[in-house]
């Protein structure tokens, strides 16, 4: 077991504020609800867990959260600064200066090395760290030059997350990053996530399906049809090696 670090959120500067956020989606006839009054705080260097089965409502709330969708009613803030009716010119901004995306599937360019396919947020990003840096901190230091077809799965989800960190984002959002992997594969790509977290003070928030990744998070959010049905906080984070399922 590994330390939490003592995180107390009530005292914590709130990094987003989300308050009764729905989203409803209209196909054909029928009206579909994503989100039901969702009420939320992320706070700034903590790690979520977003727990919850398919249809949960939790890819909808991190969409939101990353400026990438809007609610239907509610509101939601960044930093004190309102993301509801902000225009596609400001979102633009927000997500390529403060949010690092990292889905189930890599999205890495076939045609550029590891190296490269970093490069490209790191030349458009402010504040950036180098490619090589980044993917030292995901271990692949010896694969800058590599093609996306001679890493395997968990590289490539690697150097997806090397991306998303390079620019030094405030948050990190990541979409079931395990999903697509075995269990030893996804550990280790859970470890590089809890690193840039402990090592970056990147508040990081990762959706799952799998309640056995819980056990690395400060909180667990439990999500079920739209709604939040339980909030836990762990007194000590698990180490991603640890976990097992």
């Known amino acids: 077991m590994v330390s939490a670090g003592a995180k ?16 409803t989606y209209v196909v054909g006839e029928v009206v579909v609800s994503a989100l039901a009054g969702v009420d939320l705080d992320l706070f ?9 089965p398919s249809g949960s409502g939790k890819s909808t709330l991190l969409n939101i959260l990353g400026g990438l969708d809007v609610p239907t ?69 010896d694969r800058l030059d590599h093609f996306p077809a001679q890493l395997s799965g968990g590289e490539q989800q690697r150097v997806a997350i090397a991306r998303a960190v390079a620019k030094r984002p405030d948050v990190l959002l990541c979409d079931e990053p395990t999903g697509a992997l075995d269990c030893e594969t996804g ?3 859970l ?21 056995a990744i819980a056990g690395m998070a400060d909180r667990v959010i439990r999500m079920r049809s739209g709604s939040i049905t339980g909030i836990q906080v762990n007194e000590q984070r698990v180490h991603p090696a640890e976990l097992e399922w």
């Not at 225009?87 to 995306?101: C, D, P, Q, S, Y």
């Not at 840039?196 to 799998?210: C, K, P």
Request: a neutral charge.
């Open 8 to 23: 107390d959120v009530a005292v914590r500067e709130a990094l987003f504020e989300a308050r009764g956020l729905s989203k």
């Open 44 to 52: 700034r260097g903590e790690l979520v867990v977003l727990l919850g």
């Open 73 to 141: 009613h509610g509101r939601v803030r960044f930093l004190h600064h309102d993301l509801t009716n902000a225009g596609e010119e400001i979102l633009t901004r927000f997500r390529r200066e403060h949010v690092g995306f990292v889905f189930q599937f890599y999205n890495l360019i076939p045609s550029l090395t590891a190296r490269e396919n970093v490069a490209l947020v790191t030349e458009i990003a402010a504040r950036s760290m180098p490619p090589d840096e980044a993917l030292g901190l995901v271990g692949l230091a």
């Open 187 to 189: 550990k280790r790509v």
């Open 191 to 211: 470890e590089v996530l809890s690193r840039a977290n402990q090592e970056l003070g990147t508040t990081t928030a990762v959706i799952t399906h799998n309640a």
